[in-house]
């Protein structure tokens, strides 16, 4: 073990809270997850946070190129970066941290350097209703200017917006690649891909899943009385009810709004239904049979 494995150990006793992560797609279940979560009182849990912000500027500030690169030596940027976590949930008392963002699936080597007993909790689902959902989201606040998009091009039409949604940097594009980067990583094995659609249908099934895959104690959920909504966030993106949580756990069947071409392009992209040679775990459905492939997990 090198000594900054070593420091980085006797810090996490220290600090008494074990750190985890919920990242993968939006529109996805990611704050209904957190939600749930944090009905467990060893849990915390919310919505996207500012840490992985935060951890980006401070890696671009140390890096080659930057005047301050030769002051900071990899050790001092590990405990820097592992006081950045520290810090920002200083005032938390649960001992088990999970912290929400979709860039965490594209910085998994730091991320397992510092705190190499961490899993990620990725939440899926099918593309197409991932942007159907987004579409919904605009259409419903028509006389604002969501700042989903950046430009009055790339908001000018459903065709536009999507296309803008899906590029590299898209807000969906993005976490796309990079959970499908993760899952082939060497640390796939940290990972569990959770379907949104089975989180909906079967939500204690998942829920014992997910706690089987973290190693933690099972725990009794409520699933027909959630709270959770962030108006204030939400209004600075001028997108009204974006993570607010319906207060029952139930699938919500829908006729799509996007035009069927639109649909069925974006309906070939659940990657994670056929993955081949990763380590990733997985609760999904499984062809036309809706049951989680608990087969997937490691066995107790």
């Known amino acids: 073990m090198t000594s900054t494995s070593r420091t980085l150990d006797s810090q996490m006793a220290t600090n008494g809270s074990n750190f985890h992560f ?9 704050t209904l997850t957190a939600a749930l979560l944090r009905q467990n009182p060893r849990f915390h849990a919310g919505m996207s946070s500012p840490v992985a912000g935060l951890y980006e500027g401070i890696v671009n500030q140390v890096s080659a190129g930057s005047e301050l690169a030769t002051m900071v030596d990899g050790e001092q940027r590990a405990r820097i970066l ?9 005032e938390r008392n649960e001992p088990v941290i999970f912290d929400t963002n ?6 998994l080597a730091g991320l397992m350097t510092l705190f190499p007993k961490a899993k990620l909790i990725c939440l899926v689902r099918d593309v197409a209703w991932i ?27 459903v065709y536009t917006r999507l296309d803008s949604l899906a590029s590299p940097s ?10 499908r980067e993760a899952c082939y990583s060497s640390f796939a094995d940290r990972i569990v ?14 829920l014992q899943l997910i706690y089987q895959f973290l190693d933690e104690e099972p725990f009794t959920h409520d699933f027909d009385s959630l709270s959770y909504d962030a ?44 993955l081949t040679d990763s380590k990733a775990f997985r609760i999904t459905s499984k062809g036309d049979q809706h049951s ?9």
């Open 193 to 206: 891909i959770v379907e949104y659609e089975m989180l909906t249908q079967r939500p204690a099934e998942v």
């Open 170 to 179: 898209g807000l969906v594009g993005f976490p796309y690649q990079a959970l």
């Open 102 to 107: 979709r860039a965490w699936t594209a910085k």
């Open 22 to 30: 919920i990242s993968g797609l939006p529109r996805s279940g990611s």
């Open 292 to 300: 989680p492939q608990q087969h997937t997990l490691p066995s107790s």
């Open 82 to 90: 592992r006081g950045l976590f520290e810090s920002y949930y200083a």
């Open 131 to 157: 942007m159907d959902s987004l579409e919904r989201q605009f259409q419903k606040n028509a006389f604002e200017n969501t700042r989903l998009f950046g430009h009055p091009s790339q908001r000018a039409t």
């Open 231 to 274: 108006p204030e966030f939400d209004a600075q993106l001028g997108i009204d009810g974006l993570h607010r949580v319906h207060p029952k756990v139930a699938p919500r069947p829908r006729q799509s709004i996007l035009p069927p071409e639109l649909f069925q392009k974006f309906a070939q992209l659940a990657f994670w239904r056929e």
